[in-house]
């Protein structure tokens, strides 16, 4: 096992009735950086992050997170003991409410059930969600209702979500569906800004992106990792090209 | 349109109504005459079985069917320590017992009976609500198994014929005594009145803290709640003890007030018809809880009286056409009507997009 790494998935494999979606992955990310994992659709980069999130039960394979095997814990201590925030392949959000409470409801403290009850809403730290809001360019829109968002505006609210979450680590599922191509040249910025004390792994389709802000890029098909390395090293390999870069 | 702008519409609108149904209520003996106060004294006890139902229907989004349970078992031991209090009572002597069981002595102090008419439903809700709230069980399935535990409450409560009076009930409770004597029908009627009040204030305290929206979030998007680190049954339980705890002490002033309970207080139409006040009025909101149980007890005072059995149909249709038409319930489409400015409804519009 790697000593420096943050998450470290070892062997992991998932059957859906016989199907293997998630086939033998070992994967090491190291604290602070930028992981892009891009695949066809159906290469099961959405389970593989369902299965570091708890979601779906591993049937084969161990999850270290700092160290320690986190491997089918309960989805919620995923996210409150260990850290491990995580926004939704389609945005994933309360439509409900507004942006600032949105943003309340994932601010990190006490999810203590009496804790809760002698809180006032109002007693929230102001100053957290403000600076969220500027992260995520929705200060105009603090007041404004999830669902009257553009599905752009909705994923950038659960990307400050998952900030009030205050993760360690950041899990994006294809962040950047539904925006235009300024949108996702600022969600970019945005992720390129918010990694360094914290890690982020982010699934992604639009190639201009990835670019702009992977480190490392993880390729994967058909449950399997194909080929892992720097942006113009995975965009030279002809294999990465057949299966991915050419469809 | 804003979502604060909204919210204070909503909330003036919702402090209106409050205060007209308040002022209704508070003058209604002075009109009414002693018999029709203690018949409001009765529907009063009901509103705060519905307020229940709103906290874990409306709030929660978790539809028990079998509310009536902590209602009828709080009536019961109410009734059982007021009867018990005065010695043997004559149901208990019909069938044979000469000397108090000693699982009853605690009740005879009325102010023990009261914990435990509380405290038991309360307890038993917490042992329900963890088997059936963690989550394996969900939607229609919580729904149903509340029903079925409603059902077997009101076989057994028919069967204890020794310590329940069974088919036949307990009588002769009497008024409440906060004060040493029992109140007079006004007194108790005031008595019952500022505990709804009470259960108001309480539920909407709930609804307002950093509590309130997390139940809320669970109602709208479980899932989410999860994935951002709520230990989601844990808050499910919790509302699900604490309305307990409220339709218990409902139970026990009904009880109280009416002077007898029969097995049909533990039952699925209590249960049900809860149900309906609040989905008639409109969840989530409080007052449409109190305005349905108030509006639809009130008509069928009115309407019994020419249609008879015909008046459950009549529900059954008025329940029908809310659904339909008013998905919010009747207070819910009153806070939210805005007969200004139509456009304003349109997606997006006032939107920062
Ligand atoms: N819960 C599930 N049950 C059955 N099949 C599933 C389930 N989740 C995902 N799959 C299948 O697993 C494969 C991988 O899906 P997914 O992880 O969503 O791919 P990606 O996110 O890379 O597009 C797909 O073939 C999908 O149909
Ligand atoms: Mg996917």
Not at chain 2, 89 to 100: E, K
Request: glycine residues 12%; contains cysteine.
């Amino acid at each position: 096992m790697d000593d420096k790494a943050l998450l470290e998935l070892v062997n992991v494999s998932v059957d859906f009735r016989g199907f293997r979606a998630v086939d033998g992955v070992s994967m090491s990310v190291k604290a602070g950086e930028i992981r892009t994992i891009i695949g066809p659709n159906g290469a099961g980069k959405s389970t593989l992050i369902d299965l570091i999130t708890a979601k779906t039960k591993l049937r084969y394979g161990r999850i270290f997170f700092q160290g320690r095997d986190i491997t089918n814990r309960s989805p919620d201590s995923i996210a409150r003991i260990y850290g491990i925030g995580r926004k939704f392949q389609g945005p994933n959000v309360f439509g409900d409410m507004t942006v600032e409470e949105n943003l309340a409801l994932a601010l990190s403290g006490s999810r203590g059930v009496l804790r809760n009850l002698l809180r006032s809403e109002s007693e929230d730290a102001r100053g957290a969600i403000d600076g969220i809001l500027d992260t995520i360019e929705l200060a105009g829109a603090r007041r404004e209702m999830v669902s009257s968002l553009s599905h752009g505006e909705k994923q950038w609210v659960e990307i400050g979500m998952v900030l009030a979450q205050d993760a360690k680590l950041i899990i994006l599922d294809e962040p950047t569906t539904g925006m235009t191509a300024d949108e996702t040249y600022k969600t970019g910025e945005m992720i390129r800004a918010m990694s360094g004390d914290r890690t982020v792994i982010v699934t992604e389709h639009d190639m201009d992106f990835v670019r702009q802000v992977a480190q490392t890029v993880t390729v994967m098909n058909q449950g399997k990792i194909l080929a892992e390395g720097g942006f113009e090293e995975i965009s030279a390999n002809p294999e990465v090209i057949r299966v991915y870069l050419k469809e | 349109m804003g979502g604060i702008k909204k919210a204070r519409l909503i909330f003036t609108r919702r402090a209106g109504i409050n205060a007209l149904i308040l002022a209704f209520v508070a003058l209604y003996p002075v009109a009414a005459g002693a018999y029709r106060t203690d018949v409001l004294a009765k529907t009063l006890a009901l509103v705060i079985l519905a307020l229940s139902v709103d906290l874990l229907w409306g709030y929660t989004g978790i539809l028990s069917l079998g509310q009536a349970v902590p209602f009828g078992l709080g009536a019961y031991i109410a009734a059982i320590s007021d009867n018990v209090s005065r010695g043997i009572p004559d149901y208990m002597v019909t069938y044979g017992i000469t000397q108090l069981p000693a699982a009853f002595m605690p009740l005879t102090v009325p102010a023990v009976g009261v914990a435990l008419a509380v405290a038991v439903p309360a307890a038993l809700s917490y042992l329900i609500g963890r088997l059936l709230l963690s989550g394996r069980v969900r939607g229609v399935f919580v729904s149903l198994i509340t029903m079925a535990v409603a059902n077997v409450a009101t076989v057994y409560i028919n069967n204890a014929q020794k310590f329940t009076g069974g088919s036949n009930g307990i009588g002769d409770i009497t008024r409440p005594a906060p004060f040493g004597h029992a109140l007079s029908i006004y007194g108790n009627y005031y008595f019952v009145m500022a505990a709804a009040v009470l259960a108001y204030a309480f539920c909407y305290y709930i609804g307002s803290s950093r509590l309130g929206r997390v139940l809320g979030a669970i109602r709208a998007n479980e899932n989410r709640a999860v994935f951002i680190g709520y230990r989601v049954s844990d808050y499910k339980v919790f509302i699900y003890v604490v309305s307990a705890a409220l339709a218990a002490i409902a139970g026990m002033l009904y009880a109280r007030t009416t002077g007898m309970v029969s097995p049909a207080v533990t039952g699925i139409r209590l249960s049900t018809l809860a149900v309906i006040w609040v989905a008639v009025g409109g969840r989530g909101n409080l007052t449409g809880a109190v305005a349905g149980c108030l509006a639809l007890n009130g008509m069928e005072r009115f309407a019994a009286g020419f249609l008879g059995d015909a008046w459950e149909l009549a529900v059954g249709a008025i329940l029908l056409l809310i659904v339909f038409f008013m998905p919010d319930g009747v207070i819910g489409a009153v806070l939210r009507f805005r007969p200004l400015r139509p456009a304003a409804r349109a997606k997006g519009g006032g939107a920062g997009g």
